[in-house]
């Protein structure tokens, strides 16, 4: 089982991103998934968590310029990121506790999609 994440780019500051991160279609449910930042020289930071249930816990650094959503039908999570900074510079990385209705998937990542942003 394997996550799929995407959406990273290069980006002047204040401009906006969407990443995205998808879980495979043998997925019954996303129980758990955030993202993950890691900046070169630091240790990796939550930035953001949605829950089965629909709630979601930011980062203070990111509070009120980034929101997840989620597409269950597409078992999908977004991550909108909005007025970004120079200091939201990092691989930013999708993690995720899954159910496929037969197995429990925990703390599975995906690979890093990478995010600058330009002053």
């Known amino acids: 089982v394997q996550l799929q994440a995407s959406g990273g780019g290069l980006v002047q500051s204040g401009g906006s991103l969407r990443l995205s991160c998808v879980a495979p279609g043998s997925i019954f449910s996303i129980i758990r998934m955030g993202w993950y930042r890691q900046a070169p020289g630091k240790q990796r930071e939550l930035v953001a968590v949605?829950?089965?249930?629909?709630?979601?816990n930011y980062a203070d650094s990111v509070k009120g310029r980034f929101t997840l959503s989620r597409d269950n039908a597409k078992n999908t999570v977004y991550l909108q990121m909005n007025s970004l900074k120079p200091e939201d510079t990092a691989d930013y990385y999708c993690?995720?506790?899954?159910?496929?209705?037969?197995?429990?998937?925990?703390?599975?990542w995906g690979q890093g999609t990478l995010v600058t942003v330009s002053s």
């Open positions: 949605i829950t089965f249930g629909g709630n979601t």
């Open positions: 993690n995720a506790d899954l159910w496929s209705g037969s197995a429990y998937h925990h703390d599975l």
